[in-house]
């Protein structure tokens, strides 16, 4: 069977719900035509492009029951967690820079007001405690700040029952940050939210957006 029958079979099985696929190789030069200021026009370069050029496109932009419109190569997904890489990458520019230290207490930026949940009460009263320890942006990019995801964790489902706060994958950046944290900074690791407290961090040094940091020093780049 070929790639093309065999992603194709993978979609109607349900193997898979769909995908967009490209692939190319290396040889050769994109380029943009620039004009300057003074009028001259200049070659500059967009990337890398190649003679081999793969593309696929199978499935539905829903698995939800009556959406039959088709996947497109210009389809826009949700990337989740994986800009936490860029935002780390982000991160580490302005620590290369000296703009900010990794073992720099961070938390006069976003962070004032997280207690730590250490348990219930029998009654289910959470028990809340001061936060002692300094929060770092290397603690952040580590996962070992204690901030969590309230989707992930069970004891912050519990918190949310008690306070009657909504769980959710898709909460807003405040949202994110009203939630306790689960243990002193720097005692544990919990796959969190700490890498989106990085991403704050950054505003705030910068006086950029995230997005226009990222476009200006990676992107563009």
């Known amino acids: 069977m ?13 193997t898979i719900p769909g995908a967009v696929m490209l692939a190319t190789n290396t040889s ?30 199978i499935g539905k ?5 009556g959406c039959d419109d088709p996947l497109r ?15 780390s990458i982000a991160l580490l520019q302005l620590h290369e820079h000296g703009t900010v230290g990794l073992d720099q207490d961070v938390s006069e930026y976003v962070l004032t007001k997280q207690s730590i949940l250490t348990g219930f009460s029998k009654d289910g009263t959470p028990i809340l405690v001061k936060r002692e320890k300094d929060i770092t942006l290397r ?5 070992s700040s204690s901030a969590s995801y ?7 489902q519990q918190y949310a029952q008690y306070t009657g706060k909504s769980v959710t ?23 969190g939210a700490g890498i989106t407290w990085v991403g704050k961090v950054l505003e705030k040094l910068t006086g950029k957006s ?9 992107f563009n780049p």
């Open 2 to 14: 070929s790639i093309d029958e065999v992603l194709e079979k993978a979609a109607q099985d349900g």
């Open 28 to 57: 050769g030069k994109a380029w943009r035509p620039v004009r300057s200021a003074s009028g001259k026009t200049k070659k500059i370069t967009l990337g890398l492009t190649g003679d081999f050029n793969f593309k696929k496109v």
């Open 61 to 65: 932009k829903s698995l939800q029951a």
């Open 73 to 87: 190569l210009d389809s826009v997904f949700t990337i989740a967690s994986m800009t936490k890489l860029l935002t």
């Open 139 to 143: 603690l952040l990019l580590t996962h």
């Open 150 to 156: 309230s989707f992930m964790d069970p004891k912050l």
């Open 169 to 191: 994958e898709s909460s807003t950046i405040d949202d994110i940050f009203d939630w306790p944290l689960l243990y002193q900074p720097g005692e544990g690791w919990t796959y």
């Open 210 to 218: 995230l997005e226009e940091y990222m476009q200006e020093n990676i």
